[in-house]
Structure formats: structure tokens, C-alpha cells
């Protein structure tokens, strides 16, 4: 287990993770900017924003508040470390579920409003999303044998042959985990809305920056869990990666925030229904060959 | 560590977010400065956002003069932004209470309840003059972080 190339690549993904994640971060902001018709920040404005956050004075509304943003931090990083390692996916999920619930009991641990309804507004969207991860990962061990990444890994084909309304069905997890319309309902993208920043209201300063770093962490992983749908070839890979990314900003831009009613019965209608029909055309594929 | 320090130093300049309060202005400030947003002026390509909430903000933007009743409403929201922080007041009447300088319930331009940084005059201020003053309230914004350092330094050494 504890090998010289294991560590490194642990290493490695803690150190590069968050600066691909941040570089991501950047590009999303300069696309989105060129299809409003806007000329957009630079590429590293994120780590601009970060930095600058780290270096603000701390202001804290309580204690439960701080714990948090370091729980969800460092639940974001292990779950990344465990993917690096090509850990379980089953274990991936259950750490990365405890950060997003803590990120829910720090906001609801102040009595600001906006952060009380971003909070009860996150555990909606953990809700939605979560049941169709799960489905996302049977649906892996199904064709694969296994929930071990290294076994995916191994797979000779790409699973995305097999899987693609699960791919999309992951798209949905994308969508709500990357906080874009319409599924941005617990942190609108901009700040001056009706719930302000949601969850994120009473974080400030460098508290804000740690959620920030943990979320490039988050965004990575699901790219990362993406990526294991064309494992087998580097260019199928970025291709699918870069037409899934171009696609979740087209999406944001183009249309408005949802209610949570509509995200929960819409998401889970579809995704479950595409789920079904994925699942259903392999057995019966089985039958046939 | 100091390489750090400079990186956190050049994102402050970097990474303006922006908090706009109407005091008790005509909206004619409030448009322009909701312009400065728009594709032709996009302000945020040097980084500013308007982030809505001042636990974010590093710079509060006000308009319109100040009552007796938004005052402690005023004076909550700069005491809820974090340091380094600046405060740029838009337009005549921010600046100084403008033609409602003698109004009864008016105690005049925005500096009568928070400490104001840069004045942007006009009635209303254009676009350009206000992205001016932002920009202008940035160096002042890297000054006092400088200074805001050495006071902590100071304390320090207490």
C-alpha cells in the first residue's frame, strides 16, 4: 500500500488537483464571458480571488462555522487522494458526502437567513444527486465486475459505449455539484440575487478561500469519475471531458435557475427513467449475445 | 514565504469584489453604476464582481445622501466587511448630500457616517468616472493593507 510511487502520486494529486481545478475554474469564466459578448477576467483571476481572500482578515460569525470549512476541505482532498490511489467508488462517494454535509451545517450553524435557506437548499440538491450517483456506480459495477478503479482501469473498453444515458445521467451530478444554472439554487452564481450567496453568505475571507480550494478539489473528482468513461485511450478522454465542460457552460448560460421542486422531480424523473432503460437494454443485451 | 506575501499583495488589486448600497439616491447613480457591469464597460475584466454581501466585499460603493435612518444601516455594513476594505461615494449627492443638502432629514454626504476614501462627482458620475474611482480606490485599497499589516505587526510587539 504505503509504495515510493504510490506516495508521489498522492502528492502529486494534492499539489496539481487544485491548480487544474483553478485553471478550469478560469477558462469556464473566460467562455462564459466571450458568449455574454464580454471581453472577461484573466484566465488566473480564480487564484486571484483566492489569494486575495487568504489574505483578508478573519471574521467569523462562530467556531462550528470555521470547523467546517476545514472538514469540507479536507474531505474534498482525501476523496481526491483516494481517487488518485484508485481507491473504491463506493468509498470516494461516502467522503465526499460527509464534506458536503458539513458545508451544510456550517451555514446552518448562523442565524443569517440566506445562509439557513442555503443550507436547507444544499441538502435538497445532496438529495437529488446523490441517489443518481449511486445508480451511476452500480451501473459501472454492472458492466465492470467491480467498484475498484484500478478494475475500471483495466476494463478493455470504453464503459461510455456501454453507459451513455448513465454518462448523462452523471451530467445531472455534474451539473449540481459544479453549481450551475439550473441547479445553482443553494449559492447563486451572483451574489447580489435573492439568497445572496446561499451557503456561502457568512463565510468570509479566508474561510471563503479554503470552501473555494475544496470546491476546485469537488470539481476535479467528478471531472475525474467523467473521466473513467473513456479510460482507455489519453485523446478519447480529453475529448469527452472538453465536450462535457464546453456543454455544462453552454447549458449555464443558457438557461435560468430552477426551483427545487422542479430540479428534484425533473432530475430524478429523468435520470432515474434513463438509468432504467441503460440498465434494461444491457440485460436484455445479455440474453441476445 | 515572502513570494507568498507578494502573491497575496498583487491579487488584492487583482480581485476587487464590490458591494453597491443605495442610501437614499435618485437610482440615477445606481443605473450607471449597474452599466459598469454590461458587456461595453464589463468591469469584470479587472477582476470586479458585485458580490451582493458584504462579508465578501472589499469595496462599498454608496450613493445618495445619508438619513437618519439609513445611517445605522450603513454603518452595519461597512462594520461587516472584512479588512483591507475602501468605500468610494458615487455621485453629488453621495459626496456631499447634493440639492438635498438642506432637506430636514438629510445629514449630508456619505463621509458623515462611515470614513469615505474616493469621491466620484457628478450628477449622476458616467460610467467611466466611476470604474475611474474604483480604480483609484484600489491603490488606496494596497496602501492600507500595507498599513493594516503593520498595525497587526504592531500589536504583535505589545
Known sequence: MFTVSNIIIAILAVILTPLLGGLIAGLDRKLTARLQGRYGP?????????????????????????FCAWIYLISAVSSVLLFALRSDLLMIFFVLTIGSVFLAIGASSTPSPYSQIGAQRELIQ??????????????????????????????????????????????FALTIKLRKSPFDISTSHHGHQEIVKGVLTEYSGPHLALIEIAHWYEIMLVLGICGLFWSTSWIGLLLLLIVTYAAEVVVDNLVTRATWRWMLTYVWGV??????????????????? | MQAIKNLIKKSRIKSPWLLHYDCSSCNGCDIEILACLTPLYDVER??????GNPKHADILLVTGGVNNRNKHVLQNIYAQMPDPKVVVCVGACGNTGGIFRDAY???????????????VPGCPPKPEAIIDGVVKA???????????????EQEDDR
Open chain 1, 42 to 66: 484573466p484566465i488566473l483571476q480564480p487564484f486571484y480571488d483566492v489569494f486575495k481572500l487568504l489574505g483578508k482578515s478573519k471574521m467569523m460569525v462562530n467556531g462550528t462555522q470555521v
Open chain 1, 126 to 171: 445532496m438529495l437529488t444527486y446523490e441517489p443518481l450517483l449511486i445508480v451511476v456506480f452500480v451501473s459501472i459495477y454492472f458492466v465492470t465486475g467491480s467498484f475498484k478503479i484500478d478494475d475500471i482501469l483495466s476494463y478493455p473498453r470504453p464503459i461510455f459505449l456501454s453507459l451513455p444515458l448513465i454518462y448523462l445521467v452523471l451530467g
Open chain 1, 271 to 289: 435520470g432515474i427513467s434513463l438509468a432504467f432503460f441503460n440498465i434494461a437494454f444491457l440485460y436484455a443485451n445479455r440474453f441476445v449475445n
Open chain 2, 46 to 51: 479587472f477582476g470586479i464582481i458585485n458580490a
Open chain 2, 105 to 119: 432629514n438629510i445629514l449630508g454626504g456619505v463621509d458623515k457616517a462611515i470614513p469615505v476614501d474616493v469621491y
Open chain 2, 138 to 152: 484600489l491603490g488606496i485599497l494596497a496602501e492600507k493593507s500595507e498599513n493594516l499589516k503593520n498595525c497587526v
